[in-house]
């Protein structure tokens, strides 16, 4: 749940990053939401701020109804997991009963705007910020989602694997970790990761949006590069696999040597821009023009920023 690392201290002075696929993707997606979301949002949760870095800190976390419930979904099955690792059972009913009154109680507070005061804090959505139409049926849409997804959350044959997996096997659980690529942090948080009895490693990443092939294959190769890292892995006893919880799809990654030289190369490529604009934040060059807005209007539509990036 790659969006989390955005919590991080990202930054520190003279340049120096840290670099997470949520980031790099940002790069690539928007410039201008880029720069809003690592330096314009600096300072933004200090009382004494001015308004207009106030707006972006708080504009920064605002989460659309489909992040919710992705938030709302992983939150669940991690107690779930973190229940069976007690030795503790966990109904899927008590599960959907539970995210049913998140979501309930985070819906009254961001449409209420409690979220403007703490806005790291109080979930707030962009659909109640920007006063976005949207029918009640959508809203009950996106709770059956939620409870869908738990629902296959229990029933695939993989969390059956994991239950009846010895404690001692799991490797991560929704784990912050960070490996080191000439210099720079590259931060993860995988899902859940445990050890096979046929001594293979399987990294899981619960997802509940559609597939994307292309940015999944980064982050499942930058998840390669930090098992093997951090837990000294050969990369071809390594299975990396995206859940699909709104189908019960599952791909499958079996990674290579080659596929993770070419994520790092990727890496590389990437940290070196992010390093060019992060010394024209440094140098005091805030010139607009650094940070050009992308070209496809269709994305402005359902950006957090919307209100203080206005196109002409």
Same mark, same amino acid.
């Given at each position: 749940?790659?969006?989390? $690392?955005?919590? !991080?201290?990202?930054?520190?002075?003279?340049?120096?990053? =840290? !670099?997470?696929?949520?980031?790099?993707?940002?790069?690539?997606?928007?410039?201008?939401?880029?720069?809003?979301?690592?330096?314009?949002?600096?300072?933004?949760?200090?009382?004494?701020?001015? =308004?207009?870095?106030?707006?972006?800190?708080?504009?920064?976390? $605002?989460?659309?109804?489909?992040?919710? &419930?992705?938030?709302?979904?992983?939150?669940?099955?991690?107690?779930?997991?973190?229940?069976?690792?007690?030795?503790?059972? &966990?109904?899927?009913?008590?599960?959907?009963?539970?995210?049913?009154?998140?979501?309930?109680?985070?819906?009254?507070?961001?449409?209420?705007?409690?979220?403007?005061?703490?806005?790291?804090?109080?979930?707030?959505?962009?659909?109640?910020?920007?006063?976005?139409?949207?029918?009640?049926?959508?809203?009950?849409?996106?709770?059956?989602?939620?409870?869908?997804?738990?629902?296959?959350?229990?029933? $695939?044959? @993989?969390?059956?694997?994991?239950?009846?997996?010895?404690?001692?096997? !799991?490797?991560?659980?929704?784990?912050?970790?960070?490996?080191?690529?000439?210099?720079?942090?590259?931060?993860?948080?995988?899902?859940?990761?445990?050890?096979?009895?046929?001594?293979?490693?399987?990294?899981?990443?619960?997802?509940?949006?559609?597939?994307?092939?292309?940015?999944?294959?980064?982050?499942?190769?930058?998840?390669?590069?930090?098992?093997?890292?951090?837990?000294?892995?050969?990369?071809?006893?390594?299975?990396?696999?995206?859940?699909?919880?709104?189908?019960?799809? @599952?791909?499958?990654?079996?990674?290579?040597?080659?596929?993770?030289?070419?994520?790092?190369?990727?890496?590389?490529?990437?940290?070196?821009?992010?390093?060019?604009?992060? =010394?024209?934040?440094?140098?005091?060059?805030?010139?607009?023009?650094?940070?050009?807005?992308?070209?496809?209007?269709?994305?402005?539509?359902?950006?957090?920023?919307?209100?203080?990036?206005?196109?002409?």
């Amino acid at each position: 749940m790659s969006d989390q $690392l955005d919590l !991080w201290p990202e930054d520190a002075p003279g340049g120096r990053i =840290a !670099w997470s696929v949520s980031r790099h993707k940002r790069l690539g997606d928007c410039l201008r939401k880029y720069y809003l979301q690592h330096y314009g949002s600096r300072g933004g949760s200090k009382p004494d701020a001015p =308004a207009e870095v106030r707006d972006v800190y708080m504009l920064k976390h $605002l989460r659309s109804r489909h992040m919710w &419930v992705g938030e709302v979904v992983h939150e669940m099955a991690e107690l779930a997991l973190s229940a069976w690792r007690r030795g503790d059972t &966990v109904p899927v009913a008590a599960l959907v009963e539970r995210g049913t009154r998140r979501m309930r109680a985070q819906y009254a507070d961001s449409v209420q705007r409690f979220y403007r005061d703490r806005p790291r804090y109080v979930r707030g959505l962009m659909e109640h910020e920007y006063d976005d139409t949207v029918s009640r049926e959508e809203w009950r849409a996106q709770h059956d989602r939620m409870e869908r997804c738990l629902h296959t959350f229990f029933d $695939l044959e @993989i969390t059956a694997t994991i239950r009846e997996t010895p404690v001692w096997q !799991w490797l991560a659980l929704e784990s912050f970790g960070s490996f080191d690529v000439d210099g720079t942090t590259v931060m993860v948080k995988p899902d859940f990761a445990w050890r096979a009895d046929n001594d293979r490693i399987v990294i899981v990443d619960w997802k509940t949006g559609k597939p994307r092939p292309n940015d999944e294959w980064l982050q499942m190769a930058v998840y390669g590069l930090f098992a093997r890292s951090a837990w000294g892995l050969r990369t071809e006893i390594l299975d990396c696999r995206p859940v699909y919880l709104d189908t019960g799809e @599952i791909s499958m990654f079996q990674l290579s040597d080659d596929d993770l030289r070419t994520a790092l190369d990727e890496i590389r490529v990437s940290v070196k821009e992010m390093k060019r604009l992060a =010394a024209l934040v440094v140098d005091g060059d805030l010139d607009p023009e650094a940070f050009p807005k992308t070209d496809d209007v269709s994305y402005c539509n359902h950006c957090n920023f919307r209100r203080v990036c206005v196109r002409p």
